[in-house]
């Protein structure tokens, strides 16, 4: 491999999505933000024509050369997996190096098929460390390989996903203006709490599509009430309003509730995190499922999730990420 590396490695945070999920699918806004929970790639060239990938307890090991079909029949099982060999494959592919084999070891902190962006996160990471190994560390190149490729696996992602991980911090996503950053006045402490129910993003998203159907009007004042809380929320962020921040994690979730995408798991989490003193939750992401998100006063953040937290569940007290991918 001429101008190429033997090894390399690199991270892509998680995300959550703190207001506008499902309305941005018809034109409205959303704010997204990175976290600091991240999945860990560490790509090397190794002798066999194969494409070997390990995490955890999966594995999946193919060679180089085989087709799509082959693959599909191959293995079902690893939907984890699978999207992260076709990352591989691609940017071989790109770099006409076809004929050389990988292995890649991965090693995540991030729960997936909650709504936390893990399949996102993973097409960043292993995307840049591929590119890595051919001395191409651009983050845009990156985060246009990574949308291509998350669009396979989601047909309809907006690549929001994949930006936030690629470029980190939190990002305000308005259809017709794309992205821009949001500088916050103060910290925020968010608390994510897993209800362990997985969903599948594209059947909540095709029900609201009948919902959308059946009730236009009713959801087109719903879509209207969530763009004014997204425009709230920038100016609540702006000014470091926690209180009102919070308010507006509860406003969104109401709206959310209406459109049908909730879940029994999801009040019961949120009315924990209320009742014992967070400013406002709720769910992240297409929801049925999947996680919810809490904003805790900063000053008494960790006592605060410490007595959510101690009931039963899986809890995650975490920062907004503003590196995004990191590439050794
Ligand atoms: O659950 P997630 O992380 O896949 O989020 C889906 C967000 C939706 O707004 C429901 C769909 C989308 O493509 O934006």
Redesign the pocket.
């Known amino acids: 491999m001429n101008n190429s590396k033997h090894e390399a490695i690199s991270s892509a945070p998680a995300?959550v999505?703190l207001f506008?999920?499902?309305?941005?699918?018809y034109h409205n806004p959303?704010i997204v933000a990175a976290i600091n929970k991240r999945i860990h790639v560490h790509a090397e060239v190794n002798n066999m024509p194969s494409i070997s990938i390990k995490s955890g307890q999966k594995s999946l090991n193919i060679p180089t050369a085989s087709n799509d079909n082959f693959i599909q029949v191959y293995d079902k099982t690893t939907t984890f997996l699978y999207p992260i060999f076709k990352c591989v494959k691609h940017v071989l592919s790109e770099k006409e190096k076809q004929t050389i084999g990988i292995n890649l070891h991965i090693n995540s902190e991030i729960p997936y098929g909650e709504?936390?962006?893990s399949s996102a996160a993973s097409c960043v990471a292993t995307i840049a460390a591929l590119y890595s190994l051919f001395s191409n560390r651009d983050k845009h190149q990156i985060y246009n390989t990574a949308k291509i490729m998350e669009q396979n696996i989601?047909t309809?992602?907006?690549g929001?996903?994949c930006y936030v991980s690629t470029f980190g911090g939190i990002v305000d996503f308005e259809p017709n203006k794309g992205f821009s950053k949001i500088e916050t006045a103060k910290k925020f402490s968010v608390l994510i709490g897993t209800t362990g129910v997985k969903?599948s993003?594209g059947e909540?998203?095709s029900q609201?599509k009948l919902f959308r159907e059946k009730n236009l009007s009713h959801f087109k004042e719903l879509s209207s009430k969530a763009s004014m809380i997204c425009t709230k929320a920038r100016k609540a962020m702006d000014e470091g309003n926690e209180l009102e921040l919070g308010s507006l994690f509860t406003e969104n979730q109401k709206l959310l509730s209406m459109l049908g995408?909730s879940h029994p798991l999801i009040e019961k989490l949120i009315e924990r995190c209320i009742n014992n003193g967070a400013l406002g939750a709720k769910l992240?992401?297409?929801?049925r499922g999947?996680a919810i998100i809490a904003l805790l006063p900063t000053d008494k953040n960790k006592e605060i999730a410490d007595r959510i937290s101690r009931e039963s569940g899986k809890w995650m007290l975490v920062e907004f990420d503003h590196d995004g991918v990191a590439i050794g």
């Open positions: 995300k999505i506008g999920e499902h309305f941005v699918v959303a709504g936390l962006g989601h309809n992602s907006s929001v996903d969903h993003t909540v998203v609201v995408v992240t992401g297409a929801g999947g």
